[in-house]
């Protein structure tokens, strides 16, 4: 393999691994951490790094030196305009559906919030280990 | 100089790795404002590779949210709560 | 339980190492895409083709065709989940929230008092203009809402609570809410109710004509391309998503502390 070709895929799977990492990293701490706060700010990256895997699944890599991906909105809009974009640009799909991921996972968080703040009032703490040992 | 794809890819691999850092000193922190904070320099970095992915609409959606909404209602809450994490 | 902690990182890392290994030929990308997602991009905007001009949404916006036309059941049901964790976070603090009454806070220095009444105008400009072109140009309904409600978070952090809860206190938002959920409903229902009113079959969420219902939204008005429905889908998304996330800060905000009796 040509050290050109090389170079493009160890980039492309340094960019998945630390993504991946993320991951790793935010479900260790939504484990092993025992503040309340501290586990919505570890929920909300794992679900970002979720959405960024689907979008990079959906990528379109260089055609040719001098060709490169284009953004999935047309712009010349005769026929052979439109088969040319079909045959150049990245896959609309993954886009749409992490949008709704996205407002999905917004709607919880804040939920989440509202409920921290509801225990904090009623437990007067928000460190997960005495409220189990409190229980009501 | 470098060629187009592989210049491409080299931007994409740098944010990718400084959004790791970030996510470690966020996730390690014991000052919880420090902790937003750090996460939101994590969603910064993420929406600098929705670029480079090319998904406008995506990035569209995510700077008002994880860069400024999200932080600001973490920072309400730890206001009304507490604020150091203890051991 | 540190060699325990270390242990479970250790494990979760080799799992995904391999499954890296086992499923890189599908993470990877390729200069090809899917089937699916080809046909989306040929079929977004295509009167030319004889057979795919009976599945075209006529808008050479992709991502938004799919959003509200081609998958536009998922959107409705997305747009009720947001809806319902609003009702939620809203019957939790029931009877927690007292009328705003009071005199208002005193907020920041003048300097940014003004920089802000200027500004204000400009967010709302940038976002109705990143939400209505949503079928030309990246953008839409989600981004063009989410872009307008940093405007009360601002206003609270920058003049006081009160100030913005005398205005426009959280049955004023809830209403606007409101307005944006019936307009995406009658939009969904406008062809089908017409298709009643004619005998002609028709479907719920129809956009442009499909075989064997040949009813269609207007597509150009005056030259200027409007798409059906992606237009008021977008609208009226717009106002919804804003006013949500306004009743989310001003509950999250005006909610006033009360002993714990026990």
């Known amino acids: 393999m040509e050290p050109t070709e090389f170079l493009n895929l160890y980039l492309l799977s340094v960019t998945i691994a630390s993504i991946l990492a993320n991951l790793v990293i935010s479900l260790y701490g939504v484990f092993y951490k025992p503040h309340y706060t501290k586990k919505i700010i570890a929920v909300s990256i794992l679900s970002d790094s979720i959405n960024t895997i689907a979008i990079l699944i959906g990528f379109r890599r260089w055609l040719s030196p001098s060709q490169p991906p284009s953004v999935a909105i047309a712009t010349d809009l005769s026929p052979e305009g439109i088969k040319k ?52 | 100089m470098i060629p187009g794809e592989t210049l491409h890819y080299l931007v994409m691999a740098i944010v990718a790795l400084i959004s790791v850092v970030a996510t470690y000193m966020a996730i390690i922190e ?15 970095m993420y929406a600098i590779l929705y670029f480079l ?10 700077i008002p949210v994880a860069v400024g909404l999200i932080p600001g209602v973490l920072i309400v809450l730890i206001s009304r709560t ?6 | 339980m540190r ?40 079929a977004t905007y295509n009167p030319y083709d004889p057979i795919v001009r009976l599945f075209t949404a006529m ?11 081609f998958r536009g059941l998922d959107t409705l049901f997305e747009t009720s989940v947001f809806y319902l964790a609003i009702i939620g976070a809203l019957a939790l603090t029931r009877g927690l929230m007292p009328a705003p009454k009071g005199e208002e806070g005193q907020g920041l220095s003048v300097i940014v008092k003004s920089v802000t009444k200027i500004t204000v105008p400009m967010i709302l400009a ?113 106002i919804a998503v804003a006013s949500g996330f306004s009743i989310a800060f001003l509950i999250l905000l005006l909610v006033k502390e009360v002993e714990f009796r026990g």
């Open chain 3, 59 to 69: 808008s050479p916006e992709s991502v938004t065709a799919i959003v509200w036309d």
């Open chain 3, 126 to 238: 940038v976002g109705a203009s990143v939400g209505l072109h949503g079928h030309l140009t990246p953008g839409g309904g989600f981004q063009g809402g989410s872009v307008i409600a940093v405007i009360p978070m601002l206003m609270i952090v920058i003049f006081s609570v009160l100030f913005l809860a005398k205005r426009m206190n959280i049955t004023g938002f809830l209403i606007l809410r409101s307005i944006g959920l019936a307009i995406i409903g009658f939009t969904g229902v406008a062809l089908f109710i017409a298709g009643l009113v004619q005998g002609v079959p028709a479907w719920v969420f129809q956009n442009m004509p499909k075989p064997g219902a040949p009813l269609s939204m207007p597509v150009e008005v005056h030259g200027a391309l409007i798409s059906g429905t992606l237009w008021f889908f977008n609208l009226a998304e717009m």
């Open chain 2, 82 to 87: 507490e604020r150091w994490e203890k051991e």
């Open chain 2, 30 to 44: 014991k000052d919880l404002l420090k902790a937003v904070i750090f996460s939101a320099l994590q969603s910064g």
């Open chain 2, 53 to 62: 992915l090319l998904a406008p609409d995506i990035l569209l959606v995510y």
């Open chain 3, 3 to 42: 060699i325990v902690e270390i242990a479970v990182i250790i494990l979760i890392v080799l799992a995904f190492g391999l499954l890296i290994t086992v499923a890189f030929s599908y993470i990877a990308p390729g200069t090809l895409i899917r089937p699916l997602g080809e046909f989306y991009l040929y």
């Open chain 1, 85 to 136: 974009f079909a045959n150049v640009a990245v896959d609309p799909l993954p886009q749409a559906l992490v949008l709704t991921a996205i407002v999905i996972g917004l709607a919880v968080t804040l939920f989440l919030i509202y409920l921290g703040y509801m225990l904090y009032r009623h437990y007067k703490t928000l460190d997960m280990r005495e409220i189990r040992r409190l229980k009501g």
